[in-house]
């Protein structure tokens, strides 16, 4: 199998961008990302986009051509790939294949979602049918009901905390604060999490991530290319991805997501490395109870501890296992297509050493982990300078 | 690269199918497909799907999870590929790639649509999601307009006529009247063809595929295991993709679709052939006005000359290159996220010499042209015994 390196990335600013399209902030990522690459689009053999539901949001399917399209990058391949929030983190799987394979030299890599032309009132049906339409959305349960409840689960076997919970929201804010691109530059204080107003109970609304508009993009290469073209490439060293029951209903546990650990074991196994070896992680944190329960998953604290872990300070920019450096899904914002390149786009900026005030101090390996639905889909990547 | 083999094929009849859902649908498929390769689902390492858009036709995203969970396939790793009518056949090369970068040994492909559970009223509007929003569904435009431009257009460039439409109708049809899957098994006289309801001058009723319900799957191997499990592999020994103007406002011709000329000379190359070399196609008639401009497009034919060539028999079962023996999209219908898996399944079926009555007679290579909107996406495959 080819290696595969990083060559450029990036991203738009992550909110409500009123006076931006799907395809302008697409194409805006893209430019970006090739610019920081120091190639032109005629060098690009294939493209891959991650998109929840243009179909839902703006009304546009078939935007890999619209992409292709617009980006004037015609007659390059371009191909979309969903996997509800996890749609992100498959592009960036495919691109990867592409070029193990051999079938592609230089891939471009994009994820975006425009959320907020579509009325407040119907984004949390559309973003539910992610989950089992038949047995869940039908039925009433959205994303908030379902993450509430194995978050009332895991206060109930394990003894987290509301306060934990809380204080997931308060790292990622004071993380996002000091990402220029993220939606919500600010901190925010435990007593304002627990105050704010009960979304799905225990989940508040500082304990979701928000809806918001974006787009992101790295650029991959093959060893060749990447030794041609870059004076710093990042490695693609790992990637797995794995599927669970779609519904809560069908697991034997809701306090764990099988999806993620199995996806996991077959990013370290690929990379060779073990939970220890990741200097910093961008975890899903759809809801704050997510990141507590991926971190547990992916093996970076036992079953049960990790709500005990952010509150020890483990996972803050300067801990042991920062996670989230960039404000993760909480404060950088999840448009939901393009936060897992977003994830990849942190992970090489943090490699490179370039994050700025949130660099994490000697970062040389880092992970991403993207999950679709309530867990139905996990993709993790494995990054290394 | 690896070399990449089809094992096993299956699919549902195609047609209006109120007592399935795409769930049953897709598992259905894809036991057939698993039961004809004579493997279990736990010898599987990855599966693609393609569908153009379950969130709009049945209110479900995320379905790449839904199908693993529902097949019994957990924790196998799911992907959904969507390039509107053209995701069958991007599934199938994401599935191609997956086996020649050695990320898996054996791939599921599947593709499916279920298209009857939305009102007829909505159908075409969703469809037309396909198209430039913003440009082209927004103002009106939906894909029997979008051809009948084109129809018009090569009727007046090249003298092509309503005759010649409608024989394109009269051959499919014939040919789904042998295939026991085909949504319409019957066979239809060109007077009726020329007499039945105008849908957008030219195009009538009989010029347009039928709005279907159905799922093909095909299982893929790496050339070990293809040889340790079949005794009659098929090979892909090309595989083509590409995209063009996704609006038919911004072509310098609409008598053509340069994807289609495009993917076509990257799966010629990448098998070392030609269009002389293909002894059959399944072509994306769509509209029978595509299976003419694509019979060009592919090198069958001279451009401007497909329309004589299906009235002079060249395209006929026993003709010089016989199109869509299985009866296209035009008969046996046109499930749109299905039917680009559906064409492989067709042209594993004739190279192994086991399509019975609409058997192409000498059948060594065979070719799939899948196609996105009017043209946005093209794939093409080429096969071989």
Redesign the interface.
């Known amino acids: ?2 290696k595969v390196a990083v060559i450029g990335v990036g991203m738009t600013k992550f909110g409500e961008l009123w006076n931006s ?1 799907l395809r302008s902030l697409t194409i805006e990522a893209g430019i970006k990302a090739l610019n920081d690459a120091g190639i032109g689009g005629e060098e690009v053999d294939a ?1 891959y986009t991650g998109c ?5 949001f ?5 935007i ?3 992409i ?2 617009y980006g004037g ?12 929030c996890a749609s992100g983190g ?1 592009a960036l ?2 691109g990867f ?2 070029i ?4 592609a030299d230089i891939v471009v890599v994009g994820g975006v979602e425009k959320m907020t032309d579509s009325l407040g009132s119907q984004t949390t049906g ?1 973003l539910a ?6 047995w869940e ?1 039908f039925n009433g349960a959205t994303f908030p009901s379902l993450y509430a409840l194995m978050a009332r689960r895991h206060m109930h076997e394990y003894g987290t905390t509301e306060e934990q919970l809380g204080l997931v929201a308060v790292k990622n804010h004071h993380n996002g604060s000091l990402n220029p691109n993220a939606h919500f530059q600010f901190d925010v204080s435990l007593e304002k999490v627990m105050n704010s107003s009960l979304v799905a109970d225990p989940l508040r609304l500082f304990h979701c991530s928000p809806v918001s508009d974006g787009a992101a993009c790295v650029i991959l290469a093959s060893e060749e290319k990447a030794k041609e073209l870059s004076e710093d490439p990042v490695w693609i060293i790992g ?1 797995g ?7 809560l209903y ?1 697991r034997e546990d809701i306090c764990t997501i ?2 993620t650990v ?2 996991a074991r077959a990013a370290y196994k690929m990379a060779g490395v073990t939970p220890k070896d990741i200097d910093f992680a961008e975890v899903h944190d759809c809801f704050t109870i997510n990141e507590i329960i991926s971190s547990e998953d992916l093996g970076f604290f036992k079953k049960g501890e990790g709500g005990k872990a952010v509150e020890e300070g483990l996972t803050s920019l300067d801990g042991e296992i920062p996670i989230n450096p960039s404000g993760g899904l909480k404060a950088k914002g999840h448009p939901v297509g393009a936060t897992g390149v977003a994830q990849a786009v942190e992970a090489v900026i943090q490699l490179r050493g370039k994050a700025g005030k949130r660099q994490v101090k000697d970062a040389e390996i880092g992970l991403t982990h993207n999950i ?2 309530s867990g ?2 996990a ?1 993790i990547h494995i990054f290394s300078r």
């Open positions: 199998m080819r399209s493209i929840m539901s243009g179909d839902m703006v009304k546009q399917g078939h890999a051509s619209l292709a399209d990058m015609l007659p390059v391949p371009s191909t979309r790939v969903e996997a509800a498959l799987r495919q294949m592409a193990a394979s051999g079938m559309y049918l992610a989950a089992d339409q038949e959305a990637s991805q794995a599927s669970a029951a779609i519904g069908d099988d999806s199995n996806a679709g639905g139905g889909t993709v």
